[in-house]
């Protein structure tokens, strides 16, 4: 196999088992402790099983159409890289983050390897794992900020889901403009790895690595693999990303209103998206996989709140999760399976290639 397919940070067994346990009783804890003191799930069943055909079609729909913008993102991001290619990576992508503890690492190695056994380059392959990382976690900010727009417009009063939008646009304001100032001068890149190093210096004694650690020749990595790319395909990366958000949202409103019945006046759709976006922030504390249990104890929380009833919140948060999580880790398992066997083939002919060019021996 080829350095790029091998490139990647490798798993740390122990480390990963101790994660894998805290987040699973994380997420026990959130649904059987924390769930049921804000939402029901007698309640949710007996909404569930009040659902209408009509409502489970429109729910299969949405979930046609989200997992249909999955595969939206590296196409936007890699040149040249066809869409069932971007779904395939996409989606073997997030079964390995979100089915195996503290899987985003080995999640990663496996993007550099399908994209190289793509025909990839390895700069390119950096620079789009790179940018749809990036543009995830500025969508992921972004959200509550938006969410806390769309719940003041419904005129609604409360101030709960406040903070975690002032939060995000704390946070959010502070990466764009280091993020911006990385990609416009090399000079800003320097000095913001420098004032990195600086913050983390106090770190140094208390913990090894972080002797170890140079934030400068990092930003100025960082700066050479997403510059051109970043500036070029700017726009269409945001529109992949915010089409995975919107869909997704879709089959959480979706679910609400059959839950609730179509026939009602239900819940508004500016309370529904308010309280679906500001949840997200969630998604950033990083115990348990797609921000699984935190998402939704915040999420069914601020519906209740903002006066949507106890039993559809969780009912609709509950099919929200299945239809979004259940089969994306099918389909990433099947496309992960799909692919090992011709992209490890594709491997081992472009490695052959390149030890033909340059006259290497076997490794």
């Known amino acids: 196999m ?71 993102p590296f196409m936007a991001a890699t040149a040249g890289l066809r869409y069932w290619r971007s779904q395939q ?25 399908m994209l190289s056994s ?7 392959s950096t620079a789009a794992i790179t940018a749809v990382g990036v543009w995830s976690i500025f969508v992921t900010l972004g959200l509550p900020i938006l969410g806390v727009v769309a719940i003041q417009v419904s005129g609604q009063t409360s101030t709960s889901y406040v903070w975690p939008g002032v939060l995000g646009l704390l946070v959010l304001a502070v990466a764009v ?18 004032a990195g190093d600086r913050i983390i210096a106090p770190l140094a004694g208390r913990f090894a690595k972080a002797r170890k650690v140079d934030l400068v020749p990092a930003a100025l990595t960082f700066r050479s693999d997403i510059a051109g790319l970043v500036t070029r395909r700017w726009a269409v990366i945001t529109w992949s990303q915010l089409s995975v958000s919107v869909t997704q949202f879709l089959i959480f409103y979706v679910a609400l209103r059959g839950v609730e019945g179509w026939e009602s006046a239900g819940t508004p759709l500016l309370v529904a998206f308010g309280s679906f976006a500001v949840a997200q922030i969630g998604l950033m504390v990083p115990i348990t996989p797609g921000g699984l249990g935190t998402v939704d104890a915040t999420m069914i929380a601020l519906l209740t709140t903002l006066g ?13 999760r299945a239809a979004s999580f259940v089969p994306q880790i099918i389909i990433g398992v099947i496309a992960l399976i799909t692919w090992s066997h011709k992209g490890a083939e594709a491997l081992a002919e472009r490695e052959a290639a390149r030890r033909q060019r340059t006259g290497d021996g076997p490794t």
């Open 2 to 72: 080829s350095n790029t397919a091998a490139a990647g940070p490798g798993l740390d067994k122990r480390k990963s088992i101790v994660l894998g346990v805290l987040g699973l009783v994380v997420i026990v804890l959130i649904f059987v402790r924390v769930i049921p003191q804000i939402g029901s799930y007698h309640d949710a069943l007996t909404s569930l099983k009040a659902m209408t055909a009509g409502a489970l079609v429109c729910i299969v729909a949405s979930v046609v159409l989200y997992l249909a913008a999955y595969g939206l």
């Open 89 to 113: 990576l996409n989606q073997a992508a997030f079964a390995i983050s979100n089915g195996v503890p503290a899987g985003g690492a080995f999640g990663l190695g496996v993007q550099y390897a």
């Open 118 to 124: 793509y025909g990839i380059a390895p700069t390119a």
């Open 177 to 194: 403009v280091g993020f911006a100032l990385v990609v416009r001068s090399e000079s800003a890149a320097r000095h913001i790895g420098s």
């Open 308 to 320: 949507v009833d106890s039993g559809a919140a969780t009912a609709a948060d509950l099919v929200w």
